[in-house]
């Protein structure tokens, strides 16, 4: 293992200590806006949501549309695929900020359309990443990875410990899975759905603001690409830096 490993070993310790951090008094003020918020929101809204959440993760597990034309990425240093995947995110962050601001100066009814087009490109993001790391997303526990870190990305504090106990257990964990469909019957789709949404309502709620929308909802979805791209970045750190410690203990 390289120095450059070596400092991410300290880097990911510092990250993993913020993400499984209790809530402070600000998070929780905000939880507490978050619930009014969606207290007046129509149920009819929150049922469409939940829709396109089910729909973009059911061709996720079970469809090719995301999967990259490119093969993974072999043979590549850590630190090199690391500036390939800023790269990325960059790209990424600029693709959702134009989608944000042309949605959010449309009102409310294309700033609701904004929500299940963000989690596509989040989606498509987190494939080109997989392969970035050298990860094929083919493989159907590849693509359930993906949403582990999604889930991971935009959970409650009191969820991100089980889950990121998962990911950094990875082979383990994906070997008990059950196949593909019986898998997908098994989703809560409702807890999936809310906790995404609590994550992000606060911002993207003021994208449905009149006049404001465009700059909020540029903003919005600006931030939410770097808090995923961030968290998954650090997710195929753990599982390659893992890696080579698993080839070393062989």
Same mark, same amino acid.
């Given at each position: ?76 240093? %850590? ?19 134009v989608e944000g601001a042309g949605t959010g100066a449309g009102g409310i009814m294309l700033g609701l359309a904004d929500f299940p ?29 993906? %949403?582990?870190?999604?889930? %991971? ?74 808090? %995923? ?22």
């Open positions: 293992m390289g120095t450059y490993e070596h400092r991410l070993q300290t880097e990911l310790k510092v990250w993993e200590h913020g993400l499984l951090k209790p809530s402070g008094l600000i998070q929780n003020m905000s939880k507490r806006v978050q619930t009014k918020i969606n207290n007046v929101i129509p149920d009819k809204v929150h049922a469409a949501i939940t829709s396109a959440v089910r729909g973009i993760v059911t061709s996720v597990l079970f469809g090719l549309d995301f999967v990259p034309k490119s093969t993974p990425h072999v043979g590549l240093p %850590l630190e090199d695929r690391d500036v390939k995947a800023k790269a990325l995110m960059g790209t990424y962050q600029k693709v959702a900020a087009a963000l989690i596509a490109i989040k989606m498509k993001f987190l494939f080109e990443l997989a392969h970035l790391y050298g990860f094929n997303t083919k493989d159907f526990r590849e693509r359930l990875f993906l %949403l582990y870190v999604f889930q %991971l990305a935009f959970s409650a504090p009191d969820q991100r410990g089980d889950l990121l106990a998962k990911i950094k257990n990875w082979e383990r964990v994906a070997a008990g899975f059950p196949p593909e469909q019986e898998y997908l019957q098994n989703v809560d789709w409702e807890q999936f759905q809310r906790e995404y949404r609590d994550a992000i309502d606060f911002r993207k709620m003021l994208q449905l603001v009149p006049f404001i929308g465009a700059v909020v909802g540029a903003w919005a979805n600006y931030g939410l690409i770097e808090e %995923l791209g961030v968290v998954a970045m650090n997710c195929y750190r753990l599982r390659l830096i893992e890696g080579q410690h698993a080839e070393k203990a062989d």
